[in-house]
Structure formats: C-alpha cells, structure tokens
C-alpha cells in the first residue's frame, strides 16, 4: 500500500505540507504536490496518481465544480477535505465520485486512515459500477435475442425453442455469441424492411 502514488491539490503550502507529513509518517513516499489549479487535470492525467487528496478551505462553487469534474473524469479515489460545507455540496461531491468528503478533519494523524477509507470506497464503489454495467448489457443482450427469436418465428414459423435453437447453432458455427448472432439477424431484418 506504501507503494501509492499521491497527489495532493491544495493551494496553500501550509495546509498541503500537513498532508504531505502525514503521508510520510504513514508510509507513503511517492506524493506529488499540485499548488496550481492551472490546466488541473492535464497535469493530473500526466502524473497518473492513484490517489488524490483535495484540499479547500473555504470552497466557492466554482471551485467545487471543477474538483468534481477532476473526480469525474480522473476515476480515481479522491478524498476532499474541506473547512466548511453544506448538504447541497457534499451530495454534489458524492455524485461527482469522490470518495471520501471531510469537513474539518485535516489532521495528519488521520491521513492514513482517511486514505484507507477513500480506496476502500472507491474500489466498493467500482465494483458495484462494474456489477451494474455488466446487469445493463446482459439485460440489452436479452432484449436483443428475444426480439430475434421474434423476427426469426415470424419469418420462417418456428417455435420460440426452435428460434433460439437456430441462433444457438450459429453462434457455434461462427464461434460468436448468441447475442451477437440475435443483433446481426436485427440488422439484417432493419436491412429488409
């Protein structure tokens, strides 16, 4: 786990070499220090962290917007720490992805545990993004084959076993999925029509 990539976004030096310390004392020595927020998450793509800790004091909006576009967008654990929030932005920062949102909570003896706490939710939360994605295309996979087995019973008057027996054959014939067989007889059937 030492072995992480940190990058630290914080404008004032004061309050990211808190971080930064906390971060050594807990075993982590590849931090990177993001003063700047110019050109944010070009910068951010270039150094490929695999956490980043956040740091406002007192967030304005814009502010807050392009920390969650930078959440969004990086996929990535992010912890946020702030000095001072409100319901409407924590939720924001919640949709935008980021992992953890501590109000008043720099401290550096909670860094690491802050930090387990942010990879620990991120990676919960990509899995239940991959479970849902994976439960997405499963469910579009069986409209597709139930309405080939439609066209195909319709067209040449088989039975709804027999419509899928068919496509079951010529997905082992082609070495392809059922799915894939039932979406090229729906284009084939949109060609026809």
């Keep these: 786990m030492s072995g992480l990539k940190i990058a630290i ?5 004061i309050r990211a070499a808190i971080l930064e310390e906390g971060l050594r004392e ?11 927020m110019r050109n944010l998450l070009k910068r951010l793509y270039a150094l490929d962290p695999e956490v980043i800790l956040i740091d406002l004091e007192n967030p304005s909006r814009d502010a807050l917007e ?28 919640v949709n935008a992805g980021v992992s953890a949102y501590i ?15 942010c990879v620990s939710r991120f990676n919960a939360f990509s899995r239940l993004q991959d479970e849902l994605a994976r439960a997405k295309s499963d469910l579009e996979d069986r409209k597709s084959i139930d309405r080939a087995k ?3 019973m319709k ?10 027996a068919a496509m079951r054959s010529a997905a082992m014939r082609e070495n392809k999925k059922i799915a894939d067989v039932a979406r090229a007889i729906l284009t084939a059937a949109d060609l026809l029509k």
């Design 9 to 13: 976004v914080d404008e004032s030096p």
């Design 26 to 36: 807990a075993g982590y020595h590849d931090v990177e220090l993001l003063g700047d």
């Design 66 to 93: 392009q920390m969650f576009q930078v959440s969004r967008a990086v996929r990535r654990p992010v912890a946020m720490f702030v000095d001072q929030s409100d319901a409407a932005s924590i939720e924001a920062s």
């Design 103 to 117: 109000v008043d909570g720099l401290k550096k003896e909670r860094i690491k545990s802050i930090l387990d706490l």
């Design 150 to 152: 439609g066209i195909l």
């Design 155 to 164: 067209t040449k008057n088989l039975t709804e076993e027999q419509a899928y």
